[in-house]
Every structure is written in structure tokens, then in C-alpha cells.
């Protein structure tokens, strides 16, 4: 391995969806530079001498700037020890993962980019519900449910409904409420099957489901990292030949 910085994806959670490589990545670091939603029992993984720097960044919120992490990187890097930078789930999804990137590479210096188990695949996994199915999602959206501006992204909800696919909205716990009117305006069934997972993978993981019209009030306000999956292939085995059919647009 050439690299000497590695963007590493710490998976939703449970210490058990590490990748292979991250887990020798974490045993091998000398410095790791990781988000404050990293579980413990991952960063216990590291080595004795490796320096935890907590960077601070929670749910799309941080406490050191963008900016201060790339210097950080960057000025870690040119120190020619093992950098891992461990970021939740997979690093190349809603991970601002471009910009350490390209700021390393202004540098010239190299980097190598360990994929993760995003948040998306981990809650599928837990609801033992497929993302895609044949013939009711044929197409899956990852959506932002909270911008740079803040508040909601102004997303082309009528693209988004007439797809059909599944949406999943990382990000979109305190947006929920317009997320759903936009969506039900935009022509959505208010019916359409919509569950939010807190915490997936994690013991203390918390299942919300609901449908598109009533998720806002269901969900309340999850303390935990939380993820909206929303579409047909979502019903339930019980509901699904009856939602399935009705729910389809088009
Ligand atoms: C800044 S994004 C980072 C996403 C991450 N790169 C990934 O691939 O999962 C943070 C959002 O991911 C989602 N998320 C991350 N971990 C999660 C988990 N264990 N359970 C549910 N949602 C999670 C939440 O929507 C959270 O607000």
C-alpha cells in the first residue's frame, strides 16, 4: 500500500460490519481523525500508541469547521505516519469526503478511500425489507434530508414521486414534517409505507413505522442518528398485496 491516508467508512455502527481492511486500517493507524458518531468499540480497535482525534462532526452538524479538517489532515499527513480519517458509514455517501480529498491532493499527497456499509443498507438489513424489488422499486434515491443552507433541499419532488423507487432521506429527522407534505403534494399516496430506524445496527436501534402522512408525527424527535425509508417495497409482507398495487404511480 502506497497510501499513508486512508478515508476509511466505520460502518452504521455495530463494531461487526467493519470491512476487513478497516479493521487492520484501525489496528494500524497512527493517528486517527474520526467523527463523533463513531462508536467506542470501534475506536477501541486502534493501537496503543495511535493519538483519537474527534473532529466533532454529528448527524451533518461539527464542531470543527470543514476547513480545519482538511488543514488537520493535511498537516497530519505531511507528518509521514498512517492516517486513517474514519467517518460513519460509507465515506463517499453525504460524507464531504471530495473536499478532504481534493485538499490532500492540492497537498500531493496520496490517499486511499476504504468503502463502509452505509446507514441506507444497514437499516434494509435490520427491517429485513429489500431497497429494490422487482417490479414495485426499480430505482432507489439516496436524498439529503438537510442542506448546506440548512433546512430541507429543494429536491424535484414530482421527479422523485413519478420514479416510484424507494427514497431514503439520511439526514431528515428534524425535516420530516415537510418532506412529507412535499412529497404528498407532489402526489405521493398519503398512504405510502414510510419507517425511520434510529440507530440501526446498534443495540439501542428504534423502529418508526408509519406511512408518508403520518411519519412526522409518529417519529417525534429521535436523539439517535435516524433514516427515512420511504416507498411500496417498504409495506410490510401483510400489507404488501394490498399497498403494493395501490401505491404504484403510473
Ligand atoms: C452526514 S450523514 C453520513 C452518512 C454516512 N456517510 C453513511 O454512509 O451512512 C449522517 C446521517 O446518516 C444517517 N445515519 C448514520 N448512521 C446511522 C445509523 N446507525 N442509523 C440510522 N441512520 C444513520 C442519519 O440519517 C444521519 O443523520
Redesign the pocket.
Known sequence: MSARVFLVGAG??DPDLLTIKAHRLLQSADVILHDS?VDPRILSLAADHAELVDVGKR??KHSATQTTINELLVNYARTGQIIVRL?????M???RATEEMESLQAAKIDCEIIPGI??AT??AASLQRSLTQRGIARSLHFLAGHGAEGGLPAHDWVALTRAGGTLVV???SQTVAGLASHLIEAGMNPAMPAIA??????PEQNITSATISTLPRQLGRPSG???LLIGAAMASEEEFAVTAAQLMVG
Do not use: R
Open positions: 452504521p455502527g458518531l448527524c451533518g467517518k460513519g458509514g460509507d465515506p455517501i453525504f460524507g452505509t446507514a444497514a437499516a439520511y439526514m431528515g430506524v434510529e440507530n440501526a445496527s446498534l442518528p435516524t433514516i
